[in-house]
């Protein structure tokens, strides 16, 4: 089968990185609780691993008064963040890892041009000390799993018998039809429902979650976890809008396994303090 990452080129700098790290010390931006937790779930921090794409965003004309999905910018927000996950995954590869933890996606607009953005992809990749039941810890694609969850939620997740298959995540960048004057003015202090704002975003969102279930189910996945449904609005103005879902993709290691009845932990220390 061909490497899934044999298109992906990184830098001289990022490849030093990785094989000074690999030859001594791991990096980790995980707190101290989460590092310890990741360990006793059974996995080891290998480095930290990222993935950059500055991006171009481009223009898409819109019309004033129609509510419409803005195809060319969706396309734009969901290739960049592939660029950069996929870059922080050739990483992870490249470090011999299991999968990486911790998962951030940001987006950072840059002054020194004119719709020009980095996404920057940062996590922890990790290595398991044992192999699990299913032979392997990567994904049905043979890449190194991905994860946004907190190093609490993935020892949680481990101990239940569940792993990440990968970040999935759904993209939707939607204009919001204006209002006409008469429609406005008829508004004019009364309580009532805007019809067309709540079906543009209901329908924004749609767009945007059935896209991250495709992406899960694409993977094998059983279900998504930790989902977030955010409305960022970057620099395109009130009317126009990015919806974006994002979550942690999930399989059980085995069909029989079993949850643990959680514990009932009651504080020792002050409520009121």
Known sequence: MSDPFSSVTLPSDARARLADGKARLFTSDLSVNEFLLVRQAGFRPVGLVLGSSVYHVGIQA???SKNMELEKLSQAMYHARELAMTRMEAE??????DGIVGVRLEIEFKEYGNDLAEFVAVGTAVVADEKPPTGT???NKRMPFTSDLSGQDFWTLIQSGYVPQGLVMGTCVYHIAHQGMMAT?????SNVEITAFTEALYDARELAMGRM?????ALDAEGVVGVQLLSLPHRWGGHTTEFFAIGTAVRPLRDDHVIATPNLVLPLTDGGR
């Open 185 to 189: 003015m008829n508004n004019l202090g």
């Open 92 to 97: 992870a590869d490249a470090l011999g890892a």
């Open 213 to 217: 279930q495709a992406e899960a189910e």
């Open 62 to 64: 819109r019309k004033w």
């Open 137 to 139: 810890w990567r994904n």
